[in-house]
């Protein structure tokens, strides 16, 4: 089988600075790939060269068997690649409805999107109840909620979600990896990039490690999740 997302000997550099140091992964149709690693270590680097946003220094991005490295951001999206970013980046003013809408920008079959925002209130109710209202309103949790609503609203072949968990309490951290599991069991593909090892490993088919640019561990979840290397480095065990 060839893989949806095959990331080859991929760098990226600030000026001289170099964030990712040839790093190489791929991710298959129906997979939840985890990229795991402390603060700095070129995660968020990485998803936003595969969103074409930063320009690869070298190796080479394949998705859905052609090359991206100089496609531009929203061709990309198009391709069916969707990012939501770490931080969210939702549009605070305007409504949850029309931060909704915007992720779908690229579409214009309108039965088609009117059932995705469907979809994305029967995924987040909460977001369906205050459609209407200023997506700045609403809680950290919930605007992580809208984040992955909107990437979801480009139908996307693969969804990458940098730290969905980032700044949640336990409770929504809960919430939102069960609706990251409830995501992956109809079938879509999601890269997930998290600093919480123990709640990414424990739903991702496969998970790789990042330490200053590299990957220094692969494995599926279950054995990255007893790895002993792990579990003292990123899991608090001792
Ligand atoms: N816009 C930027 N300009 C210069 N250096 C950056 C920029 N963004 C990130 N870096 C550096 O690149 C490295 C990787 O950062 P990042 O990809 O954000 O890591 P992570 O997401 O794993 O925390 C860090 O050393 C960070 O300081
Ligand atoms: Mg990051």
């Not at 490295?69 to 939702?90: D, F, T, W």
């Not at 690229?106 to 994305?120: P, Q, S, Y």
């Not at 990255?224 to 290397?229: A, G, N, Q, R, W």
Request: proline letters at 3%; zero cysteines; aromatic letters at 4%.
């Amino acid at each position: 089988m060839t893989a949806l997302l095959e990331v080859e000997d991929l760098r990226v550099a600030y000026g001289k600075i170099e964030a990712v140091k040839g790093i190489s992964f791929k991710v298959d149709a129906g997979e939840v790939v985890t990229l795991i690693g402390t603060n700095g270590a070129g995660k968020t680097t990485t998803l936003r060269t595969l969103s074409g946003l930063l320009q690869p220094l070298g190796g080479q991005i394949k998705f859905d068997g052609k090359v991206l490295n100089k496609i531009p951001a929203h061709k990309i999206v198009a391709l069916g690649l969707a990012h939501s970013p770490e931080g969210r980046h939702i549009f605070p003013r305007m409504t949850i409805e029309d931060n909704l809408r915007l992720g779908a920008f690229l579409r214009d079959d309108k039965d088609g999107i009117e059932k995705d925002i469907a979809r994305a209130y029967d995924l987040f109710p909460i977001l369906g109840e205050r459609r209407k209202q200023a997506a700045g309103t609403l809680s950290g949790g919930e605007q992580q909620m809208l984040a992955m609503g909107r990437a979801l609203m480009s139908r996307p072949k693969l969804l990458m979600l940098d730290e969905p968990s980032m700044g949640l309490s336990p409770i929504m951290m809960q919430k939102i990896m069960a609706t990251i599991q409830e995501l992956k069991s109809q079938g879509t593909t999601i890269l997930l990039i998290e600093q919480n090892a123990q709640a990414a490993l424990s739903l991702a088919d496969h998970g790789h490690v990042m330490e200053v640019g590299k990957i220094v561990l692969s494995g599926t979840g279950q054995d990255l999740l007893h790895d002993e290397s792990v579990r003292k480095a990123y899991l608090g065990e001792d």
